[in-house]
């Protein structure tokens, strides 16, 4: 089932499945209506209540980045402001400037209630659905002026598009065997798939839950694949004008324009 997040013409936001209203709660009981959905603007599918990324978290991105793999999975976090609807855009940082904004296309799986100390066999039951996310990164900030971390260079506002729509778990029974590219500007950037993946979904899970609770609405963006802007020779960075589209295979089509900030 696809799950989309929208606002109706009187500026309600509700949710619909497969392109129906639901009534009730997608996090517990919830109805499938006949009613067509009266959609005016899509927006991201979930309002997070948390943002869990992992970095490094694919073999040939570790390689093109010069990094070793890790014996644990690199966490790093993205404040609630960075998120961004389909079609809305990702806006370049001006006022705390950056010339390194770069795209990263992933996986984002979403917990569907409170998860903790889950371990691998049973850490899918947890999930509500799956969708595409763009980690936006400033590399500059990320990097030189990050002072060691990364949540600097990933927190600007609207560095968390998603979207179009969350899918649920019975559409997709192995999150890690399916195809995931970036394409700016029309020209294919990142084409991977995600079994390339050094934690898999179920490892990151039961990593992520160990003596810590994720509440229903967590976002975890589970890494990306080879073919950065910051890879690039020379690199690619996003400018004004440029359009990034994210694709995953039985999720669908991300679509952000790029414009300066407003």
Known sequence: MKLTRYQDPQGRIQYAANGNRIEGDIYGDYNVTDE???VFKLLAPIQPTGILCIGL????????????????????????????????????????KSDEVDYECELAVVIGKPCKNV????????????????????????????????????????????????????????????????????????????????????????????????????VILTGTPRGVGMASKPPRWLKPGDEVVIEIEHIGTLINPVILER
């Open 119 to 218: 371990s691998r066999e049973h850490a899918l039951e947890y999930v509500l659905g799956y969708t595409c996310a763009n980690d936006v990164s400033a590399r500059d900030w990320q990097i030189a002026r990050g002072g060691g971390q990364w949540c600097r260079g990933k927190s600007f506002d609207t560095f968390s598009p998603l979207g179009p729509c969350l899918v649920t778990p019975d559409e997709i029974p192995n999150p890690n065997a399916l195809q995931i590219k970036t394409i700016l500007n029309g020209d294919v950037v990142q084409d991977s798939n995600t079994a390339d993946m050094i934690f898999d979904i179920p490892g990151l899970i039961e990593f992520l839950s160990g003596s810590s609770t994720l509440l229903p609405g967590t």
């Open 36 to 38: 067509k959905a009266d």
């Open 57 to 96: 978290n694919y073999r040939q991105h570790a390689a093109e980045s010069g990094m070793k793999v890790n014996e644990w999975p690199v966490l790093f976090t993205k404040s609630l402001n960075t998120l961004q609807h389909p079609g809305d855009p990702i806006e370049l940082p001006v006022h705390l």
